[in-house]
Nanobody, 126 residues
Framework: QVQLVESGGGSVQAGGSLRLSCTASGYSVSTYCVAWFRQAPGKEREGLAS???????NYTLSVKGRFTISKDNAKSTLYLQMSSLKPEDTAMYYC????????????????????WGQGTQVTVSS
């Protein structure tokens, strides 16, 4: 059974940093395309970044250069390092697992991912 558990969310002032973690069980983060998404109230879930078994990474434009996706295969953990945070980054953040080894080009798309964590809240104040 695949299970994803996010942690590391919290409240931070604009310009600050946070690192989110997503611990996986039932599969290895080294094997499949994995990604981070976020969803703000009243908005659609947005794909932020993805990485795959070859170490390829993709980012959506709004976070490129500020967020970094990485993983520790030994710990089966996915990370999202977020810096230069802005109030518009406030959202619930989710990690997700796709059903294939290689991520599709471009920002991750919700329909391409099968398993989801429960989310961790990030709040950025001005």
């Amino acid at each position: 059974q695949v299970q994803l558990v996010e942690s590391g969310g919290g409240s931070v002032q604009a310009g600050g940093s946070l690192r989110l973690s997503c611990t996986a069980s039932g599969y290895s983060v080294s094997t499949y395309c994995v990604a981070w998404f976020r969803q703000a109230p009243g908005k659609e879930r947005e794909g932020l970044a993805s990485t795959d078994d070859a170490g390829n990474t993709n980012y959506t434009l709004s976070v490129k250069g500020r967020f970094t996706i990485s993983k520790d295969n030994a710990k089966s953990t996915l990370y999202l390092q977020m810096s230069s945070l802005k109030p518009e980054d406030t959202a619930m953040y989710y990690c997700a697992l796709g059903g294939w080894r290689r991520c599709k080009p471009g920002p991750p798309r919700r329909g391409d991912f099968v398993y989801w964590g429960q989310g961790t809240q990030v709040t950025v104040s001005s």
